[in-house]
């Protein structure tokens, strides 16, 4: 009888042991499958973003070109930008010059006061 008792026990034991077995698997599997979905959207949203700053910085691009261009259009309408066609060796004059920006110039906006100043190519 001792060791029929025994023998249950034993068993019991060991269906405790291998229920306690699953019961852990299970347990690790669902872990393992949250760390991977967590590094997938960690992932995902770090390309997201990497995405949006490239969008970003180009947008910013495009809209600096547009500012660039309208600026040169002004300067070109108001005739400020000379088209001259330069020989070999000869200095073509920068943005600034061709649009008359000088250092210290009288920023009254009086193009009169400035009449003298101008700087004409030979």
């Known amino acids: 009888m001792e060791n029929d008792a025994l023998a249950h026990r034993?068993?019991?034991?060991?269906?405790?042991?291998?229920?306690?077995?699953r019961f852990q698997s299970r347990i690790e599997t669902s872990e393992r499958l949250?760390?991977?979905?967590?590094?997938?959207r960690e992932q995902r949203l770090q390309?997201?973003?990497?995405?949006?700053?490239?969008?970003t910085a180009e947008q910013a691009r495009k809209i600096d070109n547009v500012a660039m261009q309208?600026?040169?259009?002004?300067?070109?309408?108001?005739?400020?930008?000379?088209?001259?066609?330069?020989?070999?060796?000869?200095?073509?004059?920068?943005f600034n010059d061709a649009a008359e920006f000088e250092q210290g110039?009288?920023?009254?906006?009086?193009?009169?006061?400035?009449a003298g100043q101008r700087r004409h190519g030979p």
């Open 10 to 21: 034993h068993a019991r034991e060991k269906l405790e042991i291998e229920r306690r077995k």
């Open 34 to 40: 949250s760390r991977e979905r967590a590094l997938r």
């Open 47 to 55: 390309q997201e973003a990497k995405l949006e700053r490239e969008r």
């Open 70 to 94: 309208d600026f040169y259009d002004a300067a070109r309408d108001q005739g400020l930008w000379k088209d001259r066609k330069f020989e070999g060796g000869e200095l073509s004059e920068s």
């Open 105 to 114: 110039a009288n920023g009254s906006g009086d193009d009169e006061s400035r």
